[in-house]
């Protein structure tokens, strides 16, 4: 791959600086808990939030192969922009919550994809993941509450059923595409672990075709919870400093807020991880788990990270 053919542009001048509180808003997780997405909506409005990342689920957009259906991501993107939420879109194969692959059926072809841990060895699959990313973008042009387009969701982790990426080099591929289709020139996010420095070179590719690279850390996972202060505190330091060092924004797309079983975590487990970002900087935090403290709050008589993220929220954005 020609690095200089998906260089991104390094003017993030009118970009940076901006203070952003968000979740990750999932319609399919929703509906997977037995949750009405337009309620969940209305309620996620009550948290203070100024941004919200949702994903263009290929499998809902487009499921019979070149028949798409915009409906429900319309109803959402009128929303957001009704509510003046910052949106990220994430586009791709892989998107937030299970099963991490969001292909339509009809696009699967196991016994192809099986054998290898790298699913863009499939180029048909690729090129019809290329049409639908750019019918997408085409579509969503007009919504200037999209703030940034986020290409897969942590596509060089091996995630799914099948335990597949997506390669760097379809990545960088996706990035080119919607640059060129994009009239906004919005950023370009690509997101990575940040769980070991094993995952360096993973968040070294990404910076080579994003704008902003996106964190996704969690501090108390499976009972292994020794680690945390190096996923909290010194690897999101250390990769917010390695893209500074290049010119991109850094951000936190995921950061934990419901329990990873068998590990619990409190409103005290939030707390001490976004006092560990923010001695970081981080001007923009995402959180992981909205559905998960919807569900708490309607169905189990349990609020206490509902109102944690809302105090949060309320403490982030009025620090300048």
Known sequence: MNDSMTAPDDDLSSFIGRRRFGTTFSTKELLRRGLDWREAFDEMLNLGLNAVR???YWSDI?????????????ELLDKCSDANLQVVLTLG????RWPEFHIPLWAQNFDEQS???DITGDKELCNQCLD?????????????????FQIENEPLDKAGERRQIVNIDFVAQEADLVRRLDSGLRPIVITAWCWSFKHDDDVKNALRYCN?????????VRGDDKTGEQRAGVLPKHYKALANAKGREAWITEAQAEPWNPSQFTKEDLDSLLAKLAKSDFDTVFLWGFEKWLDNKLNKDDDELWKAVREAATDHLSKR
């Open 54 to 56: 949702i994903g263009a």
């Open 62 to 74: 487009e499921p019979e192969q070149g028949h798409f259906n915009f409906s429900e991501l319309d």
């Open 93 to 96: 194969m892989k998107g937030p």
């Open 115 to 117: 054998d290898s841990g």
């Open 132 to 148: 639908y990313v750019e019918a997408v973008v085409r579509h969503v042009q007009g919504y200037k509450c999209i703030t940034a």
């Open 212 to 220: 902003v690279l996106g964190l996704d850390v969690y501090s108390r």
